[in-house]
């Protein structure tokens, strides 16, 4: 979607690296929302960021939505195979008039051991 | 639970011919979804339900019909499909049908290719 633009595109770091991935709106954001998807398969809910400024981790994985609301980043420290995928950011945006999720297009991220 | 359920996993159309792709779950969740994914573009919303009896469009309803007779089943119907609506289809679900603060859930997609 072009409301909702996520970087980069693609990745191909070495194992033990760590790496960022960027989601950014142009309006301001009810919620954001960090998924995975494994090749082939469906959408793995990583995280949910509500509050301006707030961060949130689950093992290696750390996000934050800036004070703002309006970008988000998702970072992946000593990153492994196991974090391949492409993962996906969903945001409620303001005044698209939807009860839905908009979706960036994806960051596909390959880890080389 | 199941949690999200799709049927079939795969499907080949011929240009033309109709088909729906059934999306079920059991964790009693009053809003459901349809997307789409395509390379390159993410998920683009299809068609939505807040509760049963009530459904709405998305971005990209054209083409596609749904109904929402139990809380439980969200059917998407292809009326006459086109090689357009070759694409991988998933269906999503979440508690409320407020204002977005609830994590929604995946079926684990249907692919649908159209000759």
């Known amino acids: 979607s072009q409301e909702l633009e996520q970087s980069p595109q693609s990745l191909i770091v070495q194992e033990g690296k760590n790496l960022t991935i960027n989601c950014t709106s142009s309006k301001t954001l009810y919620g954001l929302y960090w998924y995975k998807q494994k090749y082939g398969e469906g959408l793995i809910f990583l995280m949910m960021l509500q509050k301006g400024g707030e961060e949130k981790s689950h093992e290696k994985i750390t996000a934050k939505l800036d004070e703002k609301k309006q970008q988000s980043s998702l970072h992946i420290t000593a990153s492994q195979p196991s974090h391949a995928g492409i993962y996906l950011c969903g945001a409620d945006i303001v005044d698209t008039g939807r009860r839905a999720l908009t979706f960036g297009s994806g960051t596909r991220l390959q880890v080389q051991p | 639970n199941a949690g999200v359920t799709q049927t079939p996993k795969f499907q080949v159309l011929k240009t033309g011919q109709s088909m729906t792709l059934q999306c079920a779950q059991d964790?009693?969740?009053?809003?459901m979804s349809w997307y789409r994914q395509d390379p390159g573009m993410g998920l683009r919303l299809i068609h939505y339900s807040v509760g049963a009896g009530i459904t709405d469009q998305g971005e990209v309803p054209n083409g596609y019909n749904v109904s929402r007779s139990t809380t439980e089943d969200f059917p998407l119907r292809l009326l006459s499909a086109a090689p357009s609506q070759t694409s991988v289809y998933f269906c999503a679900s979440s508690y409320n049908s407020g204002p977005i603060q609830e994590t929604q859930y995946f079926g684990p997609g249907t692919r649908l290719l159209v000759l």
């Open positions: 964790m009693n969740h009053e809003y």
